[in-house]
Each structure stands twice: as C-alpha cells, then as structure tokens.
C-alpha cells in the first residue's frame, strides 16, 4: 500500500515537473522584449486614389489604408510593406508615444512587397531597431510580431517560425512562415526574435476567410538586406503588373512582353514622367482583377522589358545606379512614347 502511494507520488512530482519545464519551454516571457522595440514600431497610414464601379460608371475615390512599419535609422529610414506605401498619395507615421510625421518612399521592390520610406522628422523618444540574423531562424524557434491590427497600434502577437520559403523567379525572395497572428493592418510590421533582433517584415497571409488562419508571411532581413538596403531600388510610384504571351498578345503589345501600369501615386516621380494609369477594371480566369487601356512599360534606359530573372536583374541595376534622368519607352494607344523624367 505504501508501496503504491509512493508510485502515485512520484507519478505526479513527474508530470508536475514536466509540465513546468514545458511551460518554461514554450512560454518564454517576451514582455522585456517588447517594451525595448515597441519605440521602434510605427503605425502607418495612408491615402490614395483608387477607380472603382459606381452607378455612374467607373470614379476615382480618395482611400485610406493602415499599415505598419519599424524605424531602423536615427535619420528617419522606416521599413516596410511594398503594398502599404508604393502608390500612395499621402503617407503619416505615428510612434507609440503619439508623436506623428509625414513621410515619403525612397526604395520599393513590390515582387519582395518591401519598401523603404523616408521620415521627415524623428521624435526623440524614438527608438531604432536593432538587426537579427534571419539566416540564424530555425524552424520552431519563437519569435513575436507588433502591428496594427484592425487599427489597434502597437499589438503583440506571439508564435513560432513554421517553415521557410525561398521562391526563385523573377528575383530570388525568402519568407518566413509563421503562425503567429497576422492580420490587416499588421503589413509592413517588424518581427522579431526573442532578443529584440529584428527579422523580418511582415508581408502577408493566406486565409480563406480573410482573417488570421496561422499562415503567414513575413519578408527575411536577409534578403531585404539584399534587396533594399544595399542596393536601393528606385521608387517611381507606379502600380505594375508584368504580362507577356497570351495577355501581351490581347492588348495588342508588338514587344510581346512589357509592365501593364495600374495606378499611378499622384506627386510621384510616374506621374511628373506622365505615365498613365489602367481605365478600364476587367476580370481574367484565374487571376485578380486589372486595369486596361493603361501605359505598357517596354523599356527602362536602354533595356528592353523582358518578363525574366535576367531582364528583371538588368532594369534593377539600371534604376540603382543610373546617373542621368529616368527615360520610360512605353506603349500607349497603339504607339511608341517615349517619357522623359528630370531628376530633382
């Protein structure tokens, strides 16, 4: 009898002391953590004009959209999603101690949905994020994630790195898989690691509902890194979609091959070139919604478009290092024009 209170004992000190060690495992307090980088964190917010259906036919409204970002220099430089800011009008940053600025993009790449924009001023009570190694990110490792959420600023969400892809098209991109809670507002938001390390920026996620579904995906600093702070991509403000085949053919592109324009930020370095935007919304089979009856794009300086990692590789060294003004060859009303930029 005592044999067996002795065995119950021990089974239970065994299940209590496992339990502990798991809680202590996988609830890894981070609130240290966060209040060191939540001064790094700013909610973003945006306006720009969108062509929408309407009883009176197709008319441009003004749209206000929310996204986050993290400061990562003492002058001003904040990353973020290429999506939140790459055709905006307007763009307002607010830190968590209220303070807000305006500010401008000086760098996107919309294939990796990341951008770089420029703060007009810095709150001193700022604080700037220090850098993660994202190439150290281990499947199950614990990371946390601050945002806006449905506008609610400065959110925590906590999980683990699920997997990591690495998708080599046009350019060669890596994301971060993670199951923390990701939802809108949360794009452009930092992750980080359990240090405070930042590793990445949160670029989006799939859902069938719309809502948070564990599936999301967040832009490595290694390859932001790449991309964006070594060797900066020129930001002309325009919304893009690259065709070639079968779509190249239907708009009657002679290249074949060439960047379909969208939307167009207004004050942007597109519009003072004189790009012009998509008309017309139309639906294709199997793909989202475009505009027609817009510029194609079917060179960049002296390249050619061709819908390719080469071509792509090609436009983005001539955009980061050109030292003379932008010129656009762009196909437009069955004709060639040729668009002119003069550098500021």
Known sequence: MIVQQIRKFLLLGSVLFGWLVSFNL???????????????????????????????????KKMNELGSGVLIDKKGLVLTASHVVNIADKIEVEFSSGEKTSARVISSSYLA????????SVPASAI???MGDSNKLRVG???????????????LSVGNVSGRRVYDDLISMEFIQTDAAINSGNSGGPMFNTSGGLVGIVSHIRSRSGGNEGLG????????????????????????????????RALNVPHRQGLLVQRVAKG??????????????V???GAADIFIGGDVIVQVGPYPIHVSKDGFLNVRQYLSTRTEPLQLTVWRGGEWVTLYGVDE
């Open 26 to 60: 996988f609830a890894t307090d981070v609130s240290d953590a966060y209040s060191n980088v939540v001064g790094s964190v700013v909610v973003i917010k945006t306006e720009e004009h969108k062509k929408q259906f309407s009883k009176l036919g197709i008319v441009e």
């Open 113 to 120: 949905d990341v951008a770089l924009i420029q703060l007009a």
């Open 128 to 130: 700037v994020a220090k």
């Open 141 to 155: 490792q614990e990371i946390f994630v601050v945002g806006a959420p449905y506008g609610l600023g400065y959110t």
């Open 217 to 248: 995906f967040v832009a490595s600093m290694d390859m932001i890194q790449d991309l964006i702070l070594d060797q900066p991509n020129s930001w002309i403000g325009a919304d893009i979609i690259p065709i070639k085949g079968e779509l190249a």
């Open 268 to 281: 942007s370095p597109a519009e003072k070139l004189g790009l012009q935007a998509g008309i017309l919304p």
């Open 283 to 285: 639906k294709i089979p």
